[in-house]
């Protein structure tokens, strides 16, 4: 499996992206395909996430800003990210997750920067 994240750059606090992230590969292998973040000096974390059958899950800080989608057609898992504050400034990952045997793909990052 590989996975292609997208979509970063920079924008103002109260400003949007949409990240993108392709899949290619074993695909249809993966139970769920999530976003993990990792802020400037600090651990990765997970921002989002959404399983095959396509029920999504948040972590607290995102939950009603974020909204993760994807379009199976196209192998695509979308973030879109609204009301961006500097505290969303981070590497974001595309992660591809098995659950027997556990297993995470990860793909390279994009960088997200907010300006206050």
């Known amino acids: 499996v590989q996975l292609q994240a997208s979509g970063g750059g920079l924008v103002q606090a109260g400003g949007s992206l949409r990240l993108s992230c392709a899949a290619s590969?074993?695909?249809?292998?993966?139970?769920?395909i999530a976003w993990y973040r990792q802020p400037p000096g600090k651990e990765r974390q997970f921002v989002a996430g959404i399983t095959k059958g396509g029920s999504t899950h948040y972590t607290d800080s995102v939950r009603g800003r974020f909204t993760i989608s994807r379009d199976n057609a196209l192998d695509t898992v979308y973030l879109q990210m609204n009301s961006l504050g500097p505290e969303d400034t981070a590497i974001y990952y595309c992660?591809?997750?098995?659950?027997?045997?556990?297993?995470?793909?990860w793909g390279p990052g994009t960088q997200v920067t907010v300006s206050s």
């Open positions: 992660v591809g997750l098995i659950i027997t045997p556990p297993t995470h793909y």
């Open positions: 590969g074993n695909v249809d292998s993966l139970n769920t």
